[in-house]
């Protein structure tokens, strides 16, 4: 199994552009979860999908930011217009929940800078 | 919700020497314990973990205790090498409905050769 797949590792924009990072799941997960990570907030949970629907987005900072889950091997974590404040590492992650493991598998993530 | 608290925030110890980082939670419905090293600029990694209906789990150097009554774990790791040098971070789960993990914040963990 490749593991959890992000893309891509590194973004560059500049602000008010819009920034589309990319997660696929390890194949057979039926969870999904959106983190980000800094080193003064450290690992917040954005959002989180089961069987590709959004369970709980209270971890989105705002309208700037969306996830969409359209099938279980891909989601994707939006921000438009991006801003300076959200250069951050993004990760995603997936589990199988409904089993005994409820342990996460990380993706690589994408280190995203704003300028 | 579940809240886990993690002590300390940073540890420094001497190669070989033992080290203990602490965790506490709120949820007293919390019955998964897992524990993730993360290296510098790479992703976190399960190391170990630790179910309710147990109290004690060892994996080589690295162990986890679990303490249901005071609602906190520890993670053991001895005889340090520096290649431990990481950042680790404790979670719970607390299944139902809410299936999300909690996370520390995680310690920083040196160990000096």
Redesign the interface.
């Known amino acids: 199994d490749a593991g959890v797949i992000q893309s891509p590792r590194h973004e560059v924009t500049e602000m008010g552009q819009e920034v589309t990072l990319r997660c696929k799941p390890i194949s057979g997960h039926n969870?999904l979860?959106w983190y980000r990570q800094t080193m003064m907030r450290?690992?917040e949970?954005l959002i989180?999908f089961?069987n590709n629907v959004p369970?709980?987005d209270s971890g989105m900072p705002e309208d700037r930011f969306s996830a969409k889950m359209p099938n279980a091997s891909f989601s994707t974590l939006k921000i438009q217009p991006s801003e300076p404040r959200d250069s951050a590492v993004y990760?995603c992650a997936s589990s199988y929940?409904g089993g005994t493991n409820?342990?996460?598998?990380?993706?690589?993530?994408t280190r995203l800078t704003v300028v | 919700g579940e809240n886990v608290e993690q002590h300390p925030s940073t540890l420094s110890v001497q190669e070989g020497d033992s080290a203990v980082i602490k965790c506490t939670y709120s949820d007293s419905a919390s019955n998964y314990f897992p524990w993730y090293k993360q290296e510098l600029g790479k992703r976190p990694q399960l190391i170990i973990d630790i179910r309710s209906n147990v109290g004690e789990k060892k994996d080589q150097r690295i162990a986890v205790t679990l303490n249901k009554t005071a609602k906190h774990f520890s993670l053991h790791i001895t005889e340090t090498q520096p290649e431990d040098s990481a950042v680790y971070f404790c979670a719970a789960y607390s299944g139902g409905s809410n299936y999300k993990l909690t996370f520390g914040k995680g310690t920083l963990l040196t160990v000096n050769p």
């Open positions: 969870s979860f450290g690992l949970l989180y089961n369970i709980d990760f929940l409820y342990g996460y598998t990380f993706g690589s993530g």
